[in-house]
């Protein structure tokens, strides 16, 4: 019996890990740049916590969650999104007394068991970052950036950053009602899925990608057209920030969300790079999920993104995804003599910081020249008797083709300055 991945993840191979190391990397920068500190969560949770904290009438807790039952009974559920788990374990720990605001990013696996398609897998993964405690547009403001550097920093540069408002719940209630008035005479027309969205969740109708939805909605009244005082405000303040802080935008008012604790912020960052399935970046403002939770009403914004869908971009965009991890060294032995010392040796490189192979398969040294321009090393040395018993070893720069004879006690300084010369050429290039 051969075993296979399940249906809807994939392995991660040592030819493509060094990829995701790089754009890992690169995020924690880039947050680390903002203040941003990383939080870690449990890979499950309680059940109950992703269905307020998602929405029992989303397809997400409806359809497509891990749920199961430990021995205990309890129902638990792997997780499919990051805030409700981040904000669980900002009440769980009071995480906001100890701080007005509180900013932390993650970098994570999510499951989700919806059929699998172009950049949707069942375990997928997501970065994103979460501020807590600040109704200012310019918190917004600063996670819509924070969410477009990491793009712009991985060299992706096709992307359009669109934002709307969605009210609050002083306002969206009369246009709810002034949205299924609209909607009525057309609700039979409508695709299934946004049928069952009109009692409940008329808002996200606006936010289908039918191509008929759209088209029969293209008259429908847009919430950015009815905000209270308050939300004009805040919405007209975070344009003038952005604009302050030289992010490209566009407002778009069919970008929704469908739950009553999101409010004012909502904005998406998308790529027509990717087809259909064009969003890189969902986010918005949330400040009524805490209270949900069962904390007190809290402002909060956000945002989260796909990293597969971020390796497409770059792959488009022919952007820089890293080097994959070479040794800087190999050491060849030409007899047992060799292979003992090697062994040795080897060790001795690693502890001062240099990346080494040896050969442990007893082949002989022909095969270990091989094995050594397989790996695309900087350095071979060469070990015998011969080198032994003279003190002096030889070393061959893989890259020049150039041989030097060095003594084995300088051996490793040799090395040293050879790969300082190497990153100053490498600096240079770049």
Not at 331 to 342: K, L, Q, V
Request: charged share 25%.
């Amino acid at each position: 019996m051969r075993f296979k991945s399940i249906k809807g993840t994939k392995d991660i191979l040592p030819e493509e890990s060094y990829r995701w190391q790089f754009v890992e990397q690169t995020i924690r920068t880039v947050m680390h740049t903002f203040n941003y500190r990383e939080i870690r969560t449990p890979i499950f949770e309680e059940t109950a916590l992703f269905a307020r904290g998602i929405g029992e009438l989303t397809d997400i807790v409806g359809k497509e969650m891990y749920t199961f039952q430990d021995r205990g009974g309890s129902s638990l559920t792997l997780k499919p999104e990051m805030t409700a788990a981040v904000m669980r374990s900002y009440l769980q720990y009071n995480l906001g007394e100890q701080q007005p605001l509180v900013k932390v990013y993650y970098i994570a696996p999510m499951f989700r068991q919806e059929r699998p398609q172009a950049g949707r897998l069942r375990q997928f993964h997501q970065f994103g970052a979460e501020a807590i405690g600040g109704k200012q547009p310019a918190v917004d403001a600063e996670i819509i950036a924070l969410s477009a550097e990491v793009y712009r920093t991985l060299g992706v540069r096709n992307f359009d950053v669109k934002i709307n408002s969605v009210g609050c719940e002083n306002c969206r209630p009369a246009y709810k009602e002034k949205l299924q008035k609209h909607l009525k005479n057309i609700v039979g027309k409508l695709s299934e899925e946004s049928q069952k969205r009109f009692e409940q969740n008329p808002l996200r109708i606006l936010d289908s990608k039918n191509e008929n939805d759209q088209v029969l909605t293209q008259d429908a009244p847009l919430m950015k057209d009815h905000l209270c005082q308050e939300c004009s405000s805040h919405f007209a303040e975070l344009q003038k920030v952005l604009a302050s802080l030289e992010i490209k935008f566009s407002v778009d008012g069919r970008i929704v969300r469908g739950l009553d604790y999101y409010t004012k912020t909502a904005y998406e960052i998308i790529s027509k790079d990717l087809g259909s399935q064009d969003a890189l970046v969902g986010g918005g403002r949330y400040d009524l999920l805490l209270k949900e939770l069962g904390g007190k009403q809290t402002p909060s914004v956000g945002f989260a993104a796909g990293i597969e869908r971020l390796l497409v971009a770059m792959e488009k965009n022919k952007a820089y995804c890293g080097n994959e991890h070479n040794p800087t060294v190999f050491i060849a032995s030409a007899d047992e003599t060799g292979r003992s010392w090697s062994l040795a040796k080897a060790m001795e490189f690693r502890r001062r910081g240099i990346s080494c192979d040896v050969d442990t398969l007893n082949r002989s040294l022909k095969s270990q020249m091989r094995e050594a321009d397989r790996q695309r090393v900087k350095y071979v040395i060469i070990i015998g008797q011969n080198e032994l018993s003279s003190e002096q070893v030889s070393v061959k720069d893989m890259t020049t083709g150039e041989q030097t004879t060095i003594m084995i006690d300088e051996l490793i300084t040799y090395i040293e300055r050879g790969v300082g010369k190497h990153e100053q050429r490498k600096t240079g290039q770049n």
